[in-house]
T-cell receptor, first 114, second 114 residues
């Protein structure tokens, strides 16, 4: 069975602070994919990143960066110099390579105050 | 222009009624999904169809019946609505190829059962 845990339910920061969202996963599969999605207050789900289990390189996209550590089964997400528009719920998710079922973590609500 | 569109956006109805939510994708994807998001923001898969064939049916009451007339459409019909069915329902699509592509989500249908 697959499981994704986002232990932080809510994080509150002041604008320009960095914020790191933790994601820990469990799977018996050797090949799998990890995702992050953003759900702003307007409610839609926005894809941010996909990473396969063989690619442990960290990735940076603008103010967003991701740290994949296979040894600790973690795929953490950092927002640098946060902005009010980053306020949203962020979901980490996992799917096995030959699977169709994307399993989501419980989400972390990020509140960025001006 | 919209990739995954679902209607209606809001649905308010009384217990015992039957209702349907429609979903269409114009991305040419071969796989479509229904996810349910509860009041605590937890996202759980309900159904998945690949090329009109049901491939995932997560322990969902049989009051919920998905129908896929073609691979671009996946509708959700709910009979005898209950208070506990109140949630946001998301349709999504993806292309199942050499590795799972990101799910593209519709904007959600907020169902309120009174």
């Amino acid at each position: 069975a697959q499981k994704v845990t986002q232990a932080q339910t809510e994080i509150s920061v002041v604008e320009k602070e960095d914020v790191t969202l933790d994601c820990v996963y469990e799977t018996r599969d050797t090949t799998y994919y990890l995702f992050w999605y953003k759900q702003p207050p307007s409610g839609e789900l926005v894809f941010l990143i996909r990473r396969n289990s063989f690619d442990e390189q960290n990735e940076i996209s603008g103010r967003y960066s991701w740290n994949f550590q296979k040894s600790t089964s973690s795929f953490n997400f950092t927002i640098t110099a946060s902005q009010v528009v980053d306020s949203a719920v962020y979901f980490c998710a996992l799917i096995k390579a030959a699977g169709n079922k994307l399993t989501f973590g419980g989400g972390t609500r990020v509140l960025v105050k001006p | 222009d919209t990739a995954v569109s679902q209607t209606p956006k809001y649905l308010v109805t009384q217990m015992g009624n039957d209702k349907s939510i429609k979903c269409e994708q114009n991305l040419g994807h071969d796989t479509m999904y229904w996810y349910k998001q509860d009041s605590k923001k937890f996202l759980k898969i309900m159904f998945s169809y690949n090329n009109k064939e049901l491939i995932i049916n997560e322990t969902v009451p049989n009051r919920f019946s998905p129908k896929s007339p073609d691979k671009a459409h996946l509708n959700l019909h709910i009979n005898s609505l209950e208070l506990g069915d109140s949630a946001v329902y998301f349709c999504a699509s993806s292309q199942f190829g050499t590795g799972p592509s990101p799910l593209h989500f519709g904007n959600g249908t907020r169902l309120t059962v009174t």
